[in-house]
DNA sequence: CTGTTAGCGCCTTCAC
DNA sequence: GTGAAGGCGCTAACAG
């Protein structure tokens, strides 16, 4: 591997003029500048990051916890960072948590090691170690996704309100006995969501009892949530609390021979790109994934700009996606 | 940040028995051994692993430069590759080269500054530049899903044999016009599958004329390829090219009014974690996406413990999901 | 079993 | 406009 030092011998230099000329930090002659480049072209050169960074202390890489990346939304978040990172010149480490506290600690543990300026996570539904681990070493977060409570930098997208308006629509048609999939407890976006949906029964006035069952955040436990809900014959509507869920429970409707949204209605928190391609399309909210994480680059870079600012929640909305699940014929 | 030599004050040691006992390195007397554990512990101490890596010249590190992260198929790929790397003491720098020549190099350069100790790429449709740059600076590399050529190492999933036996089941279905939307010019991927459709028609004695179309191996490209190929009205089944492309096409058939698989029949290569959703259920090869990435990082990690190592060609195969797009009632 | 010392490759102050 | 030298935090001989 060649050095600096070798740059400098072949250009007839000192490293420090090298060093320079390379980062553009000090004026240099010309003609030197260009000994420097020619060496530089002729050996190969590349710049060592890490022996830059050992003296900057600075390794300008920011470190990416987001579990399960074959979610699609994720998969946008991920790409938004990308991006946005990419776009102010930083480099991503990246590790998945698994959603599992043990990991997810194991994971921004190594991350951190590495000496990333910042750290972006999706927390897990028990971050308690995760988030001491963060404040005891100063290490400059922000939390995507779910929450983890005020004094912290976080992103995420409205949830509560429009699931409540989820309610609303179903409500309009006449459904009167609507249930819900909720997700893993523990997560915030599980109880803002579950919330919405009980404020949106009670604001139509509707009974709200135990129509509410948990799909853990994945198929397979939507699919066991939804057969359990039908044994209620009463109910004509569901509301899903995310994608996955979405995914098990049509599975489910499916599986029991009941179609959507003649038998039941579904509506769904979490759009799909493919979603039009479903039958029947489903009509869901659409969380504006991909800017989540632009917004969540943003925050971390801000606050690497000035450690003392202020900790912000940012809020994000979403876009309802009418198509026919619903009930309704678009 | 609190230093190895500040734990050795705390300790009463020197720096390198900090080290050792840190790095189970050499025997350490446990009462020693205590003393530096509970400076750590107390300090808060965690482990500079840029400055080590200075020093072992190693980093523990692989670069991934996959594009389009939101296709579900890199996605899985993706995933394979993280849980592979995790499970060998590996940390993942991760890059997003868009699928274009420069932003590759760009991208496979900014991560071996970094001095990743190897690199996964997926290669764009003309890699030349970027393959130039990893053979001179002599950065262990595995190349994923799409080929740059013998010489290197490589893997990827089967696609020619399994695209004629696509064919081979629509002839058997009696179909005589079969046109197939083609990928993006230039990927290994889209010749070999070209090739594999050739093949079928050839072997099953099917006129070949000119009924591809490019669908650039994205939606929007299908959507237009189809429709050109769909002014042929003796057309009567549809092979895509990857899983985008079959989004595209689906698109297209359903916005002319086509119904699959009455009017078109349609079987894809690349499957859907959801395509039992869709309507009707597609008929397609699925890729081993998953453990593709697995295989990549042993591949690599052969390489690192052995650079003289003959490269090698890993081939998958795949796998037909059986289902109704084709015409068949499963 | 433990400590001293010399770098790893670079940036940066301080001289010139 | 340029060079010399110290040090970033750590590992790895080499001594003891």
Redesign the pocket.
Known sequence: ????????RVA????????????D?????????QAVLEAVDELG?????????????STRTIAVAISTVNNPYLTDLLQGIEAEAVASGYTLLFGDPHDDPDHELDVVRTLHQRRVDGVIVAPSARPTELVRYLDRHRVPAVFVDRLVGEGYDQVTAESAEPVARLVDHLAEHGHRRIGMVSGLPGLSTTAERVAGYRQGLWRNRLVDEDLIATGYSEPDGAYGAVSRLLSDETITALVTGNNFMTIGAMRALRDTGRSIPEDIALVSYDDFAWADLFSPRLTAVAQPSRELGVRAVRLLLSRLADPEQQPRTVRLPTTLMHRESCGCRT
């Open positions: 591997m060649t050095t600096m030092a070798t740059v400098a007839g230099v000192s490293v420090a003029t090298v060093s320079h000329v390379l980062n930090t000090r004026p240099v002659r010309s003609a030197t500048r050169y590349t710049h060592n990051t890490l022996a830059r960074s050992l003296v900057t202390a």
